[in-house]
């Protein structure tokens, strides 16, 4: 292609009207459609199965994801200590506390590498979240799944049991993914209170800032006291940052020192650091974030109700309801009507999870879910 083809291209063409004088990279983000909202995706598609915040990044990280691309020349040590020192203030936690990652997911896999081995086995619930297990492809240990109990809480018995014959690590996703469910924190609690040091917690807190449920509180509180518990956080769910890559743990600064071992350098990236320190300086985005998710949960509920369909409590973004008929059929339905809204998640297979999008969003769902009662195919 000649220079003057290559110019007309759309990518190219952007970049020459950034460089060369056609608008600033801001202007261009302006008129990006959807940047300010979050967005269905181009074709009109609207996602309702990651459990992802639909509002879209906050203004503020949006700005300093801007003011921060003069850096992306250089490494990204500038952001890493002021993201540190920003999120001990926002945990109320020391920077040694810390360890950062690559989304929560690096946390999981860098516990992993820290922690398993193959005399060391993962214990955790069924269903849960399942990437961690997802390691043992590459890295040999046990993994022993434990069904949730009918009350759909982790069976913090069975699970103690196990942990009680040798060194274990316990992952406990709670709120629960898929479920959305709660277990106890004051059962967690006291099995944290008399554990010993070779059992390893790993307390995944994605949704926290969902729950509203009285039994749950978060297990910041063990670090200090008990090496043995990690809290594991996000940047993805109530930030809205799943797309920037940025999850976090939290523990006594010796296991800090001793997962910060395994961490990648340059970690995390000039953006998401910028996105990250703006966030949460944005004190009014978790408000918003958990004011717009409970709008859209009362519109999925009310909805649910009035056709007569099965669901679980939730405390996250996300909920697992039944429908009447074939779940493949209805998603695939759903899908027709430019609405992604879940996958199978083993062993609840007649149960479909579906992520709160905008209300408005969650109003197209609702539509669409009441034409297929009438059309009786759920
Ligand atoms: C419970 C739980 N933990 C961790 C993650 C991974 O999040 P991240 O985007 O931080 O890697 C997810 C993502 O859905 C999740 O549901």
Same mark, same amino acid.
């Given at each position: ?25 801001? =202007? #261009? ?14 074709? %009109? !598609?609207?996602?309702? +199965? ?30 890493r200590g002021?993201l540190m020192e920003?999120l001990a203030?926002y945990l109320d936690v020391k920077v040694n506390n810390l360890t950062l990652g690559?989304?929560s997911?690096e946390i999981l896999q860098i516990a992993v590498q820290a922690f ?46 196990? =942990? #009680? ?14 479920? %959305? !469910?709660?277990?106890? +924190? ?11 040091e070779?059992?390893t917690f790993l307390m995944?807190e ?13 297990a910041m509180k063990w670090i200090e006291e008990k090496p043995n518990v990690i809290v594991i956080r ?13 999850g976090y743990a939290v523990s006594h600064p010796t296991t800090a020192r001793r997962l910060n071992e395994h961490t990648v350098?340059?970690s995390p ?110």
């Open positions: 292609m000649d220079r003057r083809g290559f110019v007309t291209t759309g990518l190219a063409a952007s970049i020459a009207g950034v460089s060369g004088g056609g608008g600033t990279l801001a =202007a #261009m983000l302006d008129r990006t459609p959807g940047w300010r909202t979050g967005k269905t995706l181009a074709d %009109g !598609t609207v996602k309702l +199965s990651s459990n992802e915040n639909p509002l879209g990044l906050s203004p503020d990280a949006r700005e300093a994801v801007i003011e921060s691309l003069v850096d992306a020349n250089r490494y990204p040590g500038d952001y002021p920003e203030r690559f989304g997911t398993q081995g193959p005399n060391t086995p993962l214990i955790i619930a069924q269903p849960t979240f399942e990437d961690i297990s997802d390691y043992q492809d590459t890295m040999p240990f046990e993994v022993e799944a434990i069904p949730l109990t009918k009350d759909l809480q982790h069976d913090i018995g069975r699970m103690r049991e196990s =942990a #009680m014959r040798r060194p274990s690590v316990v992952y406990f996703c709670n709120p629960n993914n898929p479920t %959305g !469910t709660i277990t106890s +924190s004051r059962d967690i609690d006291a099995w944290i209170a008399e554990a010993p070779t059992t995944d994605a949704y926290l800032e969902y729950a509203s449920d009285d039994s749950f509180w978060p996000t940047f993805s769910k109530i930030f809205a940052m799943a797309g920037l890559r940025l350098q340059n990236s000039v953006v998401a650091g910028a996105a990250g320190i703006a966030s949460l300086k944005d004190k009014d985005l978790v408000n918003r974030a958990v004011t717009m998710n409970a709008e859209s949960k009362d519109i999925v509920h009310q909805t649910l109700d009035g056709l007569g369909l099965d669901y679980l409590p939730t405390n996250t973004n996300f909920i697992m309801h039944r429908i009447k008929g074939d779940l493949g059929e209805y998603r695939n339905r759903m899908a027709d009507e430019g609405l992604l809204v879940g996958r199978d998640f083993p062993p609840m297979l007649d149960y479909n999870r579906l992520s709160f999008g905008l209300p408005n969003e969650m109003d197209r769902w609702a539509e669409a879910i009441k034409g297929f009662r009438k059309k009786g195919w759920i």
